[in-house]
């Protein structure tokens, strides 16, 4: 006895970055915000590349990189007086901020 019922549609998809980034390429988020910081940026690049004593355009590629933790995740946290003392098992320490008391 089937259940559910599930309906796939293919949708177009790129797998080279030059033509993503092609006019008309398929978008993963037609609305990103991205999109719309890098139009407002591309006037000072062109004026900074006719600025520049210099300038160099090249393409760099590399392998996709997974960051793969073998930890567990938890925090140990302690109050001494008016300190607040974590042990936070994570390798962003500045995702970690810690509020006073008082908020």
Not at 31 to 50: K, L, V, Y
Not at 72 to 88: A, E, F, P, T
């Amino acid at each position: 006895m089937r259940v559910i019922q599930v309906e796939y549609e293919v949708l177009p998809f790129v797998l080279d970055v030059e033509k993503a980034l092609q006019p008309g390429a398929p978008a993963l988020h037609p609305a990103a915000t991205w999109c719309r910081c890098r139009t407002h940026q591309a006037a000072f690049r062109e004026q900074g590349f006719a600025e520049a004593d210099v300038v160099l355009e090249e393409t760099y590629e590399n392998a996709i990189q997974i960051h793969s933790v073998i930890e567990l995740h938890g925090s140990v946290v302690q109050w001494d007086g008016d300190n607040l003392i974590i042990w936070d098992s994570t390798q962003g320490v500045f995702r970690c901020k810690p509020k006073s008391r008082s908020g």
